[in-house]
């Protein structure tokens, strides 16, 4: 048991640590993904949500492991998606800045999807 | 140790690389997608891990196994379900939600333990015992907290710091009564002593939430995530999973770091948050407004200053995200860039309601990121700029910030007074949640433009077409 809680105690000490190596060079603007990121990776808990429901053995206890499997899996399965859903977005980030230019929307309002070629800003769309 | 340990605890600490590398790689918006992936792997290994531990102990009677499978279908399908639908100005709130759910899942892994051992003949160990008191006073102070948090925004709840007479009173007795039970059950196990701090805990949540205004509940917001990533490596000491232990210290590290991050950038401390609370009148007496005219413009007269402007900053707050105004914000910045007017987007840390949020909603409407700048690099841009045109921002404006003695003193602002003029877009001339006139809006360079974000927007795209097409 000692020994046990030895490891434990050291696995979360270097855990915490690693946590704040990873994290302090995230830059603001990927703040809202990261803390959706972080949200979705304590969904973790639904491991531990499945270990009491193995074990349970009353009523009780069997409430309170399908409560718990049922916060956990909405927090994991949630978390992970919305989480893509947000980093979506950013995939025209990934455009060079030399060919930096202005969004094309069409004059109907409705934005592009996909490689539309941008217009110049010389361009005389209307 | 048997094999199946060995084998078990490696896919544990396989998993937790898939984590750690997950995070590292959501450094650059480049690698963030491949970062979640690699995450999202990490989380279906320790889950598939966890599913062949549970197979393999071989002792799961029937209905064990319908509680189990039952309650994560269900759980995963409502998860699914609100993450799809979700609108991206909804954000904050639903991650809130899965904060809220996520430490009372582990709250409750804690409680289960504690009642189940409590009946057996084996009894406690002292060490199991501290470790579920933390695990359940975290994850229910979480719960409750969290849910008043995303209630708050919603707007379900009143955003506006809420206090009642003797709240404090009530706040404090709830976290004596937390504390207390829990050293009185290291000594004496006891049940019913574990409802009592339960019931305690989560009325702490609470009232530790509701006085706080809305402007910085992304802080708390930030705060209550590290408090669950925290409950979460409780509950791994509970049931002795690495798996818990090493991914709620990953986010109970992240999370503070994170909190620490925007508190910052507000310029406050997370004593102050938690126990001065942002508006309450307690900050310092009430600041009259400077008073003054108001000039208001109209659609055409504001078009016009646009299309003829070399340089345009556009300052997006609250008020676009809330209008979900990004995709006519983004239509009208590609007009006037096509007119040849320099455009480009302030934003400030907090703009929104998260750090980041505003970048999340513009890239959601196509706009180049590049145009997208950062306070400190867009605020000595303002001098230059002809027209600033603000969208539903507020406290993130005003001047007031710059002298001491009143609620947003200190809090760094865009200095969108040194522009050569400035529209405000907005829908009447109600406070921000610092609960104070916004001085910028009686500047005479200022024009206030009395509407919706998404009508105006839509109105001065329209007016800059016809008028100089």
Redo the contacts between chains.
């Keep these: ?1 000692t020994t ?2 030895l490891t ?1 105690i050291t ?3 270097l ?6 190596e ?36 009353n009523p ?3 409430i ?32 060079p ?1 030399a060919a ?6 069409s ?1 109907n ?1 409705h ?3 996909g490689h539309t070629p ?2 110049s ?6 | 140790m048997s094999a199946w340990s060995w084998v078990t605890q490696l896919l544990y600490v396989a998993a ?1 690389v898939g ?2 590398l ?3 790689l ?5 690698t ?2 491949r ?2 992936q690699v ?2 792997g990490g ?1 279906i290994l ?2 598939a ?3 062949a ?2 197979v393999h ?1 071989g ?3 029937p ?3 319908a ?2 499978i ?7 399908g ?3 379900y ?3 639908t ?1 609108e ?1 100005t909804a ?2 709130q ?2 809130s939600l ?2 809220a ?2 430490g ?3 709250a ?2 804690a ?3 504690y ?2 051992l409590a009946g057996a003949t084996t009894g406690l ?1 002292e ?1 199991v015992t501290i470790f579920t008191i933390l695990d359940v006073l975290i994850g229910a102070v979480t719960f409750s907290g969290s849910i008043i948090a995303s209630g708050k925004l919603q707007g379900l709840i009143n955003s506006a710091p809420l206090t009642f007479p003797g709240s404090r009173i009530v706040n404090t007795v709830a976290a004596l009564v937390a504390v207390g039970g829990g050293i009185y059950m290291i000594v004496t196990p006891s049940v019913p002593v574990l409802i009592v701090i339960i019931l305690a805990a989560l009325a702490f949540g609470v009232t530790m939430v509701l006085p706080i205004g809305g402007a910085d509940m992304p802080v708390v ?2 705060l209550l ?1 590290a408090f ?2 925290t409950a ?2 409780m ?3 509970v ?20 909190t620490k ?2 508190a910052d ?1 507000m310029n406050r401390s997370l004593a102050n948050i938690m126990i001065g609370g942002f508006g309450t009148g307690d900050s310092g007496p009430a600041v009259e407004g400077p008073g003054g005219d108001v000039r208001s413009i109209q659609a055409d007269d504001a078009a016009i200053q646009l299309a003829y402007a070399q340089k345009v900053i556009i300052v997006p707050g609250y008020g676009l995200a809330a209008a979900q105004a990004q ?2 914000c ?2 009208l ?3 006037l ?2 007119r ?1 007017v320099e ?1 480009s987007y302030a ?1 400030h ?1 907090v703009a929104g309601r ?4 505003m ?2 909603l513009l ?10 700048k ?1 306070m400190d690099e867009i605020n000595p841009e303002f001098p230059r700029a002809d027209v600033a045109l603000v969208i539903g921002a507020n406290d993130v404006t005003n001047p007031a910030a710059r002298r001491p003695g009143n609620p947003v003193s200190g809090m760094p602002i865009l200095d969108v007074d040194h522009a050569k003029s400035i529209i405000v877009i907005k829908r009447s001339m109600g406070h921000g949640y610092a609960g104070i006139d916004n001085e910028l809006y009686y500047n005479p360079k200022t024009s206030m433009f009395f509407a919706d974000g998404k009508t105006a927007l839509t109105e001065l ?1 329209a007016a800059v ?1 016809t008028l100089v ?1």
């Design positions: 048991m046990e809680l434990d696995i979360f000490i855990a915490i640590l690693v946590g704040f990873v994290i302090s060079k995230v830059p603001a603007t990927l703040h809202t993904p990261l803390m959706s990121a972080a949200n979705s990776i304590h969904g973790i808990v639904l491991a531990g949500a499945m270990l009491i429901a193995v074990v349970a053995d009780l206890g069997y309170l492991a399908f409560i718990a499997c049922a916060f956990a899996a909405a927090n994991v399965v949630g978390g992970y998606v919305v989480t893509g859903r947000m980093l979506k977005m950013f995939k025209r980030s990934r455009t800045v930096a230019s202005p969004a094309a929307v004059p309002g934005a592009p999807n941008a217009t800003k010389t361009g005389s769309q209307s | 937790a984590f750690v997950g995070l590292h959501m450094n650059s918006p480049a963030a997608r970062g979640n995450s999202t989380m320790a889950i891990t966890t599913f531990l549970v102990s002792t799961v009677k209905i064990g196994w509680v189990m039952a309650g994560t279908l269900i759980g995963a409502a998860g699914l609100m993450a799809r979700v991206m954000m904050p639903l991650v899965f904060n759910v996520g009372g899942a582990a409750l892994v409680i289960n333990d009642v189940r160990s060490t917001i930030s995530n669950t990533g979460v490596a509950a791994g000491f049931i002795g999973n690495w798996a818990l232990i090493i991914a709620g210290a990953l986010v109970g590290a992240s999370g503070s770091i994170l991050l925007m950038a995709h006519q983004a239509e910045a590609a007009l860039e096509e040849g455009v934003i840390p998260m750090p980041g949020h970048n999340v890239a959601e409407a196509n706009v180049p990121y590049p145009q997208l950062e795209t077409k097409g």
